[in-house]
């Protein structure tokens, strides 16, 4: 008998990773244009830097299985996330900028008969930008071939094992805010606002560095080397954004996230029960102001409960707010 | 506001933003620079403790049933012999039930005749027998090979060590031949292949 056939589906979230798995959708920056409809902290062309907080509260329901069944929590479990994430972009050249992030967690968590508050820093990111045009991509009217053309951007993210992962002085996976390890992101981002209607999608691949590991849990265990799956996420996006008297701007964006991450190696050997897979859809409202220097963000991430779309990975909510100021 | 004031405010905030890791974590280190070194402790052959190489001190916890499951009842000498102990530390997570299913799906069918083992999951987070059974239904384990055990009030996860994911891997004489995360389940598999016949 198969007795995982027979499973009613009764389980809980992984809760233990989930902050430094950087899925939530937080919609941190400006498109080329300004206005705040892409998903990366990104500088609109030709401004010089731009300040970016944002505050996502992420909710934890249930989770699908290694095999993309949705499997239920347990009863009274509340599972919760909060983070505050700080960014900061900076123009180095007409077509290169830089931009860093940083998010602190507080993770509140309800787990049947377990409570635990705990909070940390979580891993942080230093990113690479190249923009591969030389004029604004945003037109109101196509009036030639050129006016067609997006605005593409080509990246590189170092994530950097900056939160606390398994593999350090913790007491449980409740403390955990990062996963432990430098990553190495190659993105492209394409841009097209043909005013008022947007449309982007981006990619990202990434690659793990291997590291060794010497203590699990806070107990020092036998050496051995790790390395995490690389990852790929994607996210098509399309907006819609109105314009008031004053040339402010309400932006309206949909978007679907696709994010994979392979089976990780222990000392070479894969990990058959690692690996997981997350789709998800979110809203976002961006108001700018008529100078676009200001942009409010307000986002809602969800992962719908449905079998087969995700795998090994908690099912969840993130509703970000943040807001961003570019300095021209 | 100045455009130099401007910068100096950038240069500032840059230095904020990469600094405050630094200064918020002790154990920062522990994954920017991770190390390879072996740091175990010493441990005393036949001591009692957690330890690989250190004997389990006797329990006794409610198994999802409300029997008792007794450690000494499955060693040398006890009334239900085993070659081998195995017990996962679950608390019915993604991660957990990937491991679990491993262990069900790939690890039992390779030994199943080979000598005796024990498999037991202890539930150390639904805090009762009945919430214990509860969970194991829902999770699709009621009448397998494992044996789910009730760590109601966490005393066989403080006494072990455990945590979420940990295997502890017991001999016929009670002595602790692993204690790590289960990660591929390459240990278990190793030591089920030196440990039975």
């Not at chain 1, 010497?214 to 098509?236: A, C, H, M, S, V």
């Not at chain 1, 859809?281 to 676009?292: G, Y």
Request: net charge negative; proline share 4%.
């Amino acid at each position: 008998m198969k007795y995982k056939k027979s499973r009613v589906k009764h389980a809980e979230a992984a809760l233990f990773v989930i902050a430094a798995l950087g899925v939530s959708a937080t919609a941190q920056a400006a498109s080329c244009c300004g206005g705040g409809s892409a998903s990366s902290l990104i500088l609109p062309k030709f401004s010089r830097a731009m300040v970016d907080v944002s505050v996502d509260m992420e909710h934890y329901d249930d989770f699908w299985d290694n095999q993309g069944k949705m499997s239920m929590d347990p009863q009274g479990s509340d599972l919760n996330q909060y983070r505050i994430n700080l960014g900061y972009a900076q123009r180095l050249a007409p077509r290169w900028q830089a931009s860093a992030t940083l998010p602190y967690v507080w993770n509140q968590n309800q787990y049947a008969t377990l409570q635990r508050d705990t909070s940390g820093i979580g891993d942080s990111s230093v990113s690479l930008w190249y923009e591969a045009f030389d004029k604004i991509a945003c037109v109101w009217n196509v009036n030639n071939w050129k006016d067609l053309l997006p605005a593409i951007y080509w990246g590189g993210t170092l994530t950097i094992p900056t939160g606390t992962s398994p593999y350090g002085d913790v007491a449980d996976n409740f403390d955990i805010t990062g996963r432990g390890a430098y990553r190495l992101d190659a993105s492209v981002l394409i841009d097209k606002t043909i005013y008022p209607w947007n449309a982007s999608i981006s990619a990202s691949y990434g690659q793990y560095m291997q590291r060794p590991v010497n203590r699990e849990y806070g107990t020092y265990i036998e050496p051995y080397d790790k390395q995490l799956g690389d990852r790929f996420n994607t996210t098509f996006a399309f907006g819609y954004t109105y314009f008031t008297d004053t040339m402010e701007s309400l932006t309206g964006t949909l978007s679907y996230t696709y994010l994979k991450e392979d089976q990780a190696e222990i000392d070479g050997v894969v990990d058959t029960t690692s690996g997981l897979r997350k789709e998800s859809i979110a809203a976002t409202l961006a108001w700018a102001s008529e100078d676009r220097d200001w942009v409010t963000k307000l986002t809602w991430s969800h992962a719908p409960h449905r079998d087969d779309w995700g795998r090994n990975f908690p099912t969840t909510d993130i509703i970000t707010a943040g807001v961003s100021h570019v300095l021209r | 506001m100045s455009y130099v004031d401007i910068r100096q405010w950038h240069r500032l905030a840059l230095l904020i933003l990469f600094c405050l890791p630094l200064g918020a974590c002790n154990d920062l280190l522990d994954d920017l620079n991770p190390s390879a070194s072996d740091k175990r402790g010493t441990v005393v052959a036949g001591s009692i403790g957690n330890m690989p190489g250190q004997i389990a001190a006797d329990f006794m916890v409610k198994d999802s049933l409300n029997n008792d499951f007794v450690l000494s009842d499955h060693l040398i000498g006890g009334s239900d012999p085993a070659d081998v102990v195995v017990l996962y530390f679950t608390m019915w997570c993604p991660v957990c039930l990937s491991h679990s299913d491993h262990i069900y799906n790939d690890v039992m069918p390779q030994f199943s005749g080979r000598g005796t083992v024990v498999y037991g999951l202890v539930d150390y987070v639904s805090g009762s027998v009945s919430a214990t059974r509860a969970s194991e239904l829902a999770n699709g384990y009621a009448g397998s090979a494992f044996t789910t055990l009730a760590d109601v009030n966490q005393g066989l996860l403080d006494q072990l060590n455990g945590a979420m994911g940990i295997v502890v891997i017991i001999d016929s004489d009670g002595t602790i031949l692993v204690n790590e995360d289960y990660r591929n389940g390459s240990a278990l598999t190793e030591t089920l292949n030196q440990q039975l016949p």
